[in-house]
């Protein structure tokens, strides 16, 4: 089972940091400090760190019309210019980002903080990921929002929504245990540890240049995104119905047959029913688990 540390900066709070063992949150933590987070990986020996912040200030690859160009879609000459490539990226696709420019003196403070993590993460034995390898040993930059959007496929409902629509998301990726409580740092934290979990796991995506940074994602990301509905029910774009339902009867849409974990959940259920009768039975068989009829609906 993977297990990875998602850690959320702040300069002036502390870090939020939580621990996943595949997609079960493990322990949160909340005001860590640099040192601390050291200590703390060190203790914990994760897979891998994300850290939802660059790693160092941007190299300003986009001032130079020849890098632009050599984009798959290239921005408008002017436009982007401070933006390192993996954020023109999420720009270009509707999901808004922040800009890391080359000038110092220009960064916000929670990116200093940030640094300041990827540092504590190197102490520890977790060199910034840039996009060589599979990633496993490394310290990630993710970035939660862009998760959630490649997780559900739609860009948030509104700021209204933004703790309920977080934690809607990461229940519908399958990751249990998240605190009821949880502010929405401690949340992000989460989404960071997934966003690795996945990465490591072969789920994930980059985007950037290894030369200034790499984004890590939890999936593949498309080329544009329509606006969440609010999440009052199932997530899906709004002004969309879900073409599709998840089999186990949760009424959820899917992409495929079943939401992560809910297969289990029916297979699980149609056993404990197949005593009372052939119905369930021949449910099994028609969902190919005939075989699971056998030694194991006797156990």
């Known amino acids: 089972m993977t297990r990875c540390v998602g850690v959320d900066v702040s300069l002036g709070r502390g870090q939020d940091v939580a621990l996943l063992d595949g997609v079960r949150v493990v322990r949160t933590w909340s005001r860590v400090g640099f040192d601390a987070l050291t200590e703390l990986l060190r203790e914990l020996r994760p897979d891998a760190v994300g850290i939802d912040a660059p790693p160092r200030p941007g190299l300003s690859l986009l001032r130079d019309p020849a890098e632009a160009a050599r984009l798959p879609v290239p921005p408008r000459p ?6 390192r490539i993996a954020e023109y990226e999420l720009s270009r696709r509707g999901i808004g980002s922040h800009q890391t420019p080359r000038d110092e003196d220009r960064l916000f403070s929670w990116m200093t903080a940030g640094f300041e993590v990827f540092a504590a993460a190197e102490r520890a034995g977790y060199p910034p990921y840039l996009g ?3 990633g496993s040993g490394g310290a990630l930059e993710v970035f939660p929002y862009a998760s959630y959007v490649a997780l559900c496929g739609c860009l948030s409902p509104g700021r209204r ?4 629509w977080r934690r809607r998301v990461l229940e519908e990726a399958g ?3 998240v605190p009821e409580d949880a502010t929405i740092d401690a949340v992000d934290a989460v989404c960071a540890a997934v966003t690795a979990v996945r990465f490591l796991d072969g789920d994930g995506s980059w985007i950037g240049d290894e030369r200034e940074g790499v984004i890590v994602l939890p999936a593949r990301l498309h080329d544009g995104y329509r606006r969440c509905a609010a999440p009052d029910g199932s997530l899906h774009p709004a002004g969309t119905a879900p073409s599709r339902l998840c089999e186990c009867g949760c009424l959820r849409p899917v992409r495929r047959r079943f939401l992560p974990g809910h297969d289990a959940i029916l297979k699980s259920r149609l056993l404990r029913e197949m005593r009372a009768g052939d119905q369930a039975r021949r449910r099994l068989e028609d969902l190919g688990w005939a075989a699971a009829t056998g030694e194991e609906a006797n156990a």
């Open 175 to 177: 990751v249990t245990g």
């Open 78 to 83: 002017g436009t982007h210019l401070d933006r």
């Open 161 to 164: 929504h933004r703790l309920v």
């Open 132 to 134: 060589s390898g599979e």
